[in-house]
């Protein structure tokens, strides 16, 4: 007697004896997944790897293998479009730049803020409750029409695209954009907190933000730091030498923040290596940083502070 046909699961026209060695259902060459004992059907190839845990580094991250850098690219093209943005409309500069406190005066100039405002003359800046000023500034680089000019952008993208796509392919998609974010805003916030009464843009915080994960990142993992350490100290000479014409407190804010959180994302104990305790430590970062804007805030105009502008 002539066993009865059977036919595949998904595609019954097929007729075929191969059966699932896991869920006993029929299936037909197209829907054959070898595995190490006969043969899987798709539903139990897709159970499997859902229950098969995804490698992270030591940093939480997913492993991205020879996943493409998109934060990074994403970061560069809006730094680029910020630009284009500039050469059209080159008053975005004054409007979005990072900016302490300034008086804006009946003709439209800026003047210095020394606590008090007069006739005609407002107050502009963080002061005014312009907190957008300390992430958008680093998204922004000095006008075609000024003496470092297009070269500031170049400069800070070359620094992106060589750095970033190392330290995002350890920290991973998520992270490694919390951490340019969060040395933007920490460059921001020294230069609040320094030099209130200068206006300032370039990604340059961010970039030293993420020179310090780089270095971070290749002592944990036990690298050679000798080559590492000239690098680094390449930077550092460069920011020193860059006092002389750009904002040294936005490099040393975007500096320090960017190793701050890089050890903590590195030297945390397992448990603590997670997204929601790494979230919760970024909100915690963030609140500090809010807490010196309010207290500067409040040292410029006296007991006055505006959230929004």
Known sequence: MEAAATTCYRHPSYETYVRCTRCERTICPDCMHEASVGYHCPECVKEGQRSVRRARTVFGGAVSGATAPVVTYVLMALNILAYLGEVVRPEIVDRFAVLGAALTGPDGERYYYRGETFAGYELTGVADGEWYRLVTGAFLHLPPDASFGVMHLLFNMFALWNIGRV????????????????????????????????????ASGAVFGLAAAFWVINRRLGRDMAAVNRFMAGFLLWMVLSALFTSWQGHLGGLL?????????????????????????????????????????????????????
């Open 167 to 202: 330290v995002e392919g350890q920290l991973g998609r998520a992270r490694y954009l919390a951490l340019y974010l969060l040395s933007a805003v920490g460059g921001s916030v020294v230069v609040y907190l320094l030099a209130p009464d200068t206006s300032t843009v370039g």
């Open 257 to 309: 923040t960017g190793a701050l959180v890089t050890y903590g994302l590195a030297y945390a104990p397992a448990r603590l290596r997670t997204w929601p305790a790494q979230l919760g430590g970024g909100v915690v970062l963030l609140g500090l940083f809010a807490v010196a804007v309010v207290v500067k805030t409040t040292e410029l105009t006296g007991g006055a502070v505006r959230l929004g502008g």
